[in-house]
């Protein structure tokens, strides 16, 4: 029982992974940018989640709803103020400044909710579900969180596979500037990214602070790499391979926690990320770019 | 073919076009890069519905004008019109939307979409669907979707490309590539589509036929064809207004018979005449 009861929560936790990660691999594959603030993003959305439940009073499920436009807001924000101009400059010059924004947004939130924890209280109103006697038991929260990434790696796959959106967000994200003689705006191409996975962002930060209720400035950071480590673990880039890396890495994590040592957990967690780059460095469902000679 | 006849400004067109406002005029076109000048005192004047044709030998800034045209190189001198309209500080996406659209001289199709999606990129700007609607596919998607469906197939079917919508474009045979380039182009719905090199490494029956759909795309859209090719056949043949370039500038325009008697042509194609006579004598 104990081995299902970890797959679940594995499976859990790797959704939320995953739904960080799929803001990662879609704004690399159409900006072919890092961006590093994304984990930060995730600890402003918690906290706006947060202070409206508890000082506005506001229901949980809005309070996701304005967690989640305060985010898109702000991820625009971002790309607009910190990345557009930098458009045609090196990509070393785009990472550091990503890497300063990071900065920028956790020191922010020192400044404004201080540094004294918040206890996050979960949004999700059900109570854990109890099978064969108590045996197993499946807490609320790692149901709504594996629905709610089912359902948003549905939503997406529609959204960019097919309609008008997706397939410019495609062909931008194929050749920028034949995109752009055909007539697409490019820019907005990209602030549409940026307000997709900044939303998604917003949603992860409720379910990880649901799951994992201690809220600092600090909160998005570590599940901000993890999860930029599912998206290069699942081929970055690719929308199903950010869901299949973070899902993965999240049973790894798991594992690593209760079969061999918490403490090694991230260790060994990493160290599997470098022997699936060393045998297959596209990631696992990555495309191997062909260069044409 | 028509005879060419002059605006009262002096630039020759087609007679057709000629109680037409100009699609393309460009006066005194420059850019410099550092202190290079690529591409100075460029004035050209095409006609609604002209096939005009760009040469010259390599390097003289043909694909350079290209790039001015559709913006991706702001120029540093001169003024474009496009159907009458400034394009001056207008982005590459906005001068499209304006009505000018291209292919490359290097093949640069978004080669892991599908046929029928390349030319759906084209018409994005002709489809109406809105975030909502394209996220929850609702709300007028199907219709949207299948006007641009049926709107892509037949401009597919018009290069006789309909039975390989749904194939990869980067799978493409070449030739065929080179004419899904120019078939999303035209999606775009434009008064002036610019060919970059269209015969490029084609055979004699590819370019004929290519030939024949430059004609056709003339006489069907009655819009404007301008190219840069080297092939001179196919420019003698079907362009009416040929402007020659050499090292950034124009040295010659005008129509086939003219540029193929125009002695500063065959010295920037051949050479200098007199360099060719004292190789001879000596």
Known sequence: MTLISNLINGISLGSVYAIIALGYTMVYGIAKMLNFAHGDVIMVGAYISYLSTTALNVPPLLSVLIAMVVCTVLGVVIEGLAYRPLRKASSLAVLITAIGVSYFLQNAALLIWGSAPKSFSSIVPFDSISLFGGDLIITSEAIVTVITCIVIMILLNLFTKKGKMGKAMRAVSEDKDAAQLMGINTNFTISMTFAIGSALAAVAGVLLCSAYPTLTPTTGSMPGIKAFTAAVFGGIGSIPGAMLGGILLGVIEIFATSYISSQLSDAILFAILIIVLLVKPTGLLGKAVKEKV | ?282
């Open chain 2, 1 to 282: 073919m028509d005879k060419m006849v002059p605006y009262p400004s002096g630039a020759i067109v087609p007679e057709r076009d000629l109680n037409k406002k100009p699609i393309l005029e460009t006066h005194h076109l420059g850019i410099d890069f550092g202190g290079l000048t690529a591409v100075d005192e460029f004035s050209l004047t095409v006609g609604r519905t002209e096939i005009c044709g760009l040469i010259g030998p390599n390097g003289a800034g043909k694909t350079t004008v290209f790039n001015m045209l559709t913006n991706v190189y702001q120029p540093t001198r001169g003024t474009i019109l496009l159907d009458g309209k400034p394009t001056a500080g207008k982005t590459t996406a906005q001068v499209n939307r304006m009505g000018i659209a291209r292919t490359f001289q290097n093949i640069r199709l978004f080669s892991n979409m599908s046929v029928l999606d390349n030319v759906k990129v084209g018409l994005h700007n002709s489809i109406k669907e809105g975030f909502i609607s394209s996220v929850t596919h609702l709300f007028g998607y199907r219709k949207a979707e299948k006007t641009s469906t049926e709107r892509a197939l037949e401009l597919l079917d018009f290069f006789s490309m309909a039975d390989l919508a749904k194939v990869q474009a980067g799978s493409l045979p070449y030739g065929a590539q080179r004419r899904l380039e120019i078939v999303r182009a035209l999606a775009t719905n434009p008064g002036i589509i610019l060919l970059d090199e269209p015969a490029a490494g084609m055979n004699p029956s590819e370019t004929s036929e290519l030939m024949e759909n430059i004609r056709r795309i003339r006489d069907t859209f009655q819009i404007s064809v301008m190219l840069i090719e080297h092939d001179m056949n196919l420019v003698m043949n079907i362009c009416e207004g040929i402007c020659v370039l050499d090292h950034g500038k124009i040295i010659a325009k005008g129509t086939p018979d003219e540029i193929k008697s125009n002695p500063a042509v065959i010295e920037a194609y051949l050479g200098k005449k007199k360099e060719a006579e004292d190789n001879a004598e000596s």
